[in-house]
Structures are given as structure tokens and as C-alpha cells.
Nanobody
Framework: VQLVESGGGLVQPGGSLRLSCAAS????????MAWFRQAPGKQREWVAS???????NYADSVKGRFTISRDNAKNTMYLEMNSLKPEDTAVYYC??????WGQGTLVTVSS
């Protein structure tokens, strides 16, 4: 399966964005999907993940602000991001273990 992210952009602190990750094929049989991000000069870090059963997990840095979801009928995963902070600025990637990655979408939080 191939993954394509979209929805990134420039947003002011406190604002919201919704990222999408569209898969080229069915995701219904994929057990876990995840979002990662990589800020300038930093290592890529895990943000959130969701299982086929709908169990969600979040990094402490985004818990309570971000919501991960998936729509198997649309073969798409989402990341709803609220109360964005400048430190959320990064390229966001969707990931299907073990080794499938999207190309990334840039999120910039700045006034």
C-alpha cells in the first residue's frame, strides 16, 4: 500500500488543522496505523497510533489536543489537531508498520 498525506499548512498558535492519510488500497486488514512527526533538526517521533479495533494511543505531548481516527470505507486515516503550539511545527508522516511511509506534510504553527 502507498500512503499520501495532505492537510498541512500554516496556522496560528491555538489554531486547528486536520491531516489526512490516503492509502492506495484497503486498510481494513491493517492492524495498526500511526502518525509520526519530525521537527527541524530533531529525530522523527511517534505522535499517535490506532488499531483496526479503534484503540488509540497518544504521545504525552499531544494528549488531549490531537485525535487520531480512521475510516476503513474511505481507506483514510486522520489526525485532528487542536490548540496547536509552535512546538508542533514539523513534517507529519503517516506510517504502516513495518516500513511503509508517506511523503509527509508540513505543519507550521506561527504567528
Amino acid at each position: 500500500v502507498q500512503l499520501v498525506e495532505s492537510g498541512g499548512g500554516l496556522v496560528q498558535p491555538g489554531g486547528s488543522l486536520r491531516l489526512s492519510c490516503a492509502a492506495s488500497g484497503s486498510i481494513s486488514s491493517i492492524y495498526v496505523m500511526a502518525w509520526f512527526r519530525q521537527a527541524p533538526g530533531k529525530q522523527r517521533e511517534w505522535v499517535a497510533s490506532i488499531t483496526s479495533g479503534g484503540r488509540m494511543n497518544y504521545a504525552d505531548s499531544v494528549k488531549g489536543r490531537f485525535t487520531i481516527s480512521r475510516d476503513n470505507a474511505k481507506n483514510t486515516m486522520y489526525l485532528e489537531m487542536n490548540s496547536l503550539k509552535p512546538e508542533d511545527t514539523a513534517v507529519y508522516y503517516c506510517h504502516v508498520p513495518p516500513g511503509t511511509w508517506g511523503q509527509g506534510t508540513l505543519v507550521t504553527v506561527s504567528s
